[in-house]
């Protein structure tokens, strides 16, 4: 098995963060201080191919209340899990679980966080699914090597050329 010297280095950091994240209020500056960062690989724009399909991407925790479990947003390092949904799902069956933006407003209007309806307006054809996850996590070795692969998987599967990737 070959070292992982990230992984090395985030274990080395979370006993001290969770310290910190535990606190109330959790002190999320002292937390990131020595957050060590994944390297990042070098990508290279491409025109995407025609026609043009687009994945929409939300970090916004949004979730289908009927079948789908809701983010364990109450986590002291986030959730790095992720959802997938049926574009075209009813607004009433999505909800959000995140703690750190509005409740009240994404579920008053959705589009804010999850603009289907914008993006089809547009006039671009969409994926299948949309893709969700719970943009708070410091569980990055997961989120990195596993939730991101997944979802990029997921979108290929739906036949993306191009994703709109909504970060709150």
């Known amino acids: ?13 979370l006993p001290q963060a969770l310290i910190w994240l535990g606190q109330d209020p959790p002190n999320y500056r002292e937390a990131k201080k020595d957050l060590p960062l994944p390297e990042r690989p070098s990508l290279t724009f491409r025109k995407p191919a025609s026609p043009l399909r687009v994945a929409l991407l ?6 289908d209340v009927e079948t789908q479990a809701r983010y364990h947003a109450g986590c002291v390092i986030g959730d790095a899990s992720w959802r997938a949904f049926p574009y ?15 409740l009240d407003v ?17 006039g671009v054809e969409v ?5 969700s996850w ?6 990055y ?10 979802m990029v ?11 709109l990737l909504v970060p709150v």
């Open 153 to 163: 998987a997921r979108a290929q599967a739906d036949g993306a050329t191009a994703a």
């Open 58 to 63: 939300t970090s916004a925790g949004a979730y």
């Open 127 to 131: 994926t299948e699914h949309v893709i």
């Open 88 to 102: 075209d799902l009813p607004a009433e069956r999505i909800d959000f679980a995140h703690e750190h933006i509005d």
């Open 1 to 13: 098995m070959q070292r992982d010297v990230y992984l090395e280095r985030w274990s080395a950091w």
């Open 106 to 122: 994404a579920r008053a209007d959705p589009e804010v966080v999850l603009p289907r309806e914008a993006l089809k307006a547009s």
């Open 141 to 150: 070795p997961v989120f990195v090597k596993t939730t991101v692969p997944q």
């Open 134 to 139: 719970h943009g708070y996590t410091y569980d």
